[in-house]
């Protein structure tokens, strides 16, 4: 069996190492070099967290937390950085507690002198050990191994070989399958100086939804990281544009908020691009020869050693 994987970046990556490890001659494709800055898969790292609000997301985490490891221990890269997630929210209903201890994941409430993040009277923070970074960088090297990239864009799927195409194109997905669902933006996350102890990751939930509205996790070269969820504009990922400064002044005004301990003015900003369908789920189906791996709706990294592992199932039958 062959099977060419058209975007490089961490779900393709994922799928080819998953396709790998069950014998499959595979070939990877992606429009730009290894690690590039235009689509959603670049930067030191990514929040890891077990702590979702709906079970699924929960279970797949979980899953997720394994398949980091096996890989960590198949490439002896040191890929996850646990020190812990801070869920802020505005009551214990908007938390995820309920599904963490229906799923039996450990988590408690901290008091007020348990962590350095302020918050607004009558707000609670949960906490959840198994959590914190996946080092982007090293996890894509980690997933591609030796395996070239072929570095080419492909106008149509038609010109692509392989008994299988598994398409993780990101943003450019739409462009090869033009019914997809999906919305494309450009966010903008915002680097900070610090430069004691890396701090836990903190996720703050939106009151409506539960879905998260702004975050931080700690960054190697800076300290802290931080931006504001699905707050980008819509975007042609073929046009390259600079940082939001709308948003960068909107991050700034929350991490001042929340960590009046840290430099108050961002030191660096950079932009991701999100491909997000209307729930934020995830696109994972075959059609006929061609198997989908997009949208991954701006929280997918976390869960890529699960979801290679599904798309190398739905390549191979």
């Known amino acids: 069996m062959r099977a060419t994987v058209v975007g490089a970046g961490i779900n393709g990556c994922a799928a080819a190492w998953a396709l790998r490890r069950r014998g499959v001659e595979v070939a990877l494709v992606d429009q730009f070099e290894p690690g590039h800055v235009r689509g959603s898969s670049h ?19 979980e899953e997720a937390l394994i398949g980091w490891r096996e890989l960590e221990q198949e490439t002896g890269a040191t890929l996850l950085e646990l020190y812990g997630l801070v869920e802020l929210c505005s009551s214990v209903a908007v938390s995820s507690r309920d599904v963490l201890e229906a799923c039996g994941i450990e988590h408690r409430l901290l008091g007020r002198d348990e962590f350095d993040v302020a918050l607004p009277d009558g707000w609670i923070a949960l906490w959840q050990r198994d959590a914190g970074i996946v080092r982007a960088d090293l996890a894509l090297e980690a997933f591609r191994g030796d395996l070239p990239v072929e570095q080419r864009r492909v106008e149509s799927l038609d010109d692509v070989d392989g008994d299988v195409v598994i398409v993780t194109a990101g943003p450019w997905a739409p462009l090869l399958l033009p019914d997809l669902p999906v919305r ?9 100086a610090h430069d004691s102890a890396p701090l836990p990751s903190v996720v703050e939930l939106d009151e409506a939804t539960r879905h998260h ?42 991490v001042n908020e929340r960590f009046p301990h840290i430099d108050p003015e961002p030191v660096a900003a950079e932009t991701c691009v999100y491909t997000t369908t209307d729930d934020e789920s995830f696109i994972l189906e075959r059609r006929g020869r061609v198997v989908v791996g997009s949208a991954c ?9 699960a979801v290679g592992k599904r798309l190398a199932d739905l390549a191979i039958g």
């Open 213 to 254: 509205a702004m975050y931080a996790l700690h960054d190697p070269v800076y300290g802290l990281k931080a931006g504001a969820h699905h707050a980008g504009p819509v975007a042609d990922p073929d046009v390259a544009t600079p940082p939001d400064t709308a948003l960068v002044e909107q991050i700034t005004s929350w």
């Open 297 to 305: 709706s701006g929280h997918a990294f976390k869960f890529a050693p």
């Open 43 to 61: 930067g030191r790292s990514r929040i890891f967290r077990l702590a979702y609000p709906e079970r699924h997301w929960v279970e797949l985490a």
């Open 184 to 192: 494309v933006t450009r966010e903008t996350v915002a680097y900070f």
